[in-house]
């Protein structure tokens, strides 16, 4: 049994559907990618099954739990958590606080555990927030503003405010969007990491350099259908995805940047997984 399970899946506006009969799982310990062009549904898909966006059929299961009828909450606090394509930080807030709001997700007895052990959730939380941070190196900035860090920065604040609650899930919307070359290989390199923190990843992004060379598995979408699926090589190869998506000289060069980032990660001592 996958960890994420979708089957069927559709999502509709109107008469539109923007997700059409998607079949798609991620495994356990896995960095599992979703890729395709601008409008093929894929910020539709992660919306649809953490809870934002209703689903007008299909079936979708975290650890075999069915998620119909859960409000976006109750699937975070299964161990699912996101981040959005528009930052939405707290701008009034410090870089650690807006990793905290995200870091406490209270239970029903809590209090009784504050009442037994006075500051124990306080501590947890602070523990989960320095090692968010401290995994994107964003030690260094915990007192900024968001105002006051750069546009690559902020990104990684997002991704850090979805792990600061220890996620057993983490999907990750367009992470790269913005960051130059060197930060979207950092990035990869730590999305790789969280592997060993036993958080898998579900990866959106345009990025195909970087989605090439660190996901496990990838799934392409093209107007709101799974037109392909496969390891990053046989995407890479696959007649249909070359056409709808990528062309044939693009496919080259993506499959070029893809080695060069392999190559960079390798030379950087991490885990090329």
Aim: with cysteine; charged share 25%; aromatic share 6%.
């Amino acid at each position: 049994m996958a960890l994420l399970e979708a089957h069927g899946v559709t999502v509709s506006y109107g008469g539109l559907h923007a997700n059409d009969q998607v079949d798609l799982e991620c495994e356990k310990g896995t960095l599992v990618g979703l890729i395709g062009p601008n409008g093929a549904g894929k910020t539709t898909f992660i919306d649809g099954i953490t809870g934002f966006t209703p689903i007008a059929a299909g079936r979708v299961t975290f650890d075999g739990q069915d998620l119909e009828g859960l409000t976006p909450d109750r699937r975070a606090h299964l161990g699912m958590s996101r981040t959005f394509q528009s930052l939405e930080l707290f701008e009034d807030l410090t870089v650690r606080d807006n990793l905290f709001a995200a870091a406490e997700r209270p239970k029903w007895h809590s209090f009784l555990r504050d009442i037994i052990q006075p500051g124990a959730n306080e501590r947890q939380y602070v523990t989960q927030v320095e090692w968010a941070m401290e995994l994107l190196d964003l030690a260094d900035h915990a007192d900024a503003l968001p105002a006051d860090i750069s546009h690559g920065q902020r990104k990684l604040v997002g991704v850090a405010r979805a792990l600061a609650a220890r996620p057993r899930l983490v999907l990750l919307d367009e992470p790269a969007a913005g960051l130059d070359t060197a930060e979207s290989q950092h990035l990869g390199q730590q999305m790789r990491g969280l592997l060993d923190e036993d958080i898998s990843v579900f990866l959106i992004d345009h990025d195909m350099g970087l989605v090439l060379s660190v996901c496990d598995y990838i799934y392409v979408l093209d107007f709101g259908r799974i037109i392909a699926s496969g390891t990053p090589t046989e995407v890479r190869n696959d007649p249909i995805v070359i056409q709808a998506y990528l062309g044939e000289e693009a496919g080259e060069a993506q499959a070029r940047d893809a080695e060069a980032v392999r190559g960079l990660t390798r030379d950087g001592g991490s885990s090329d997984g």
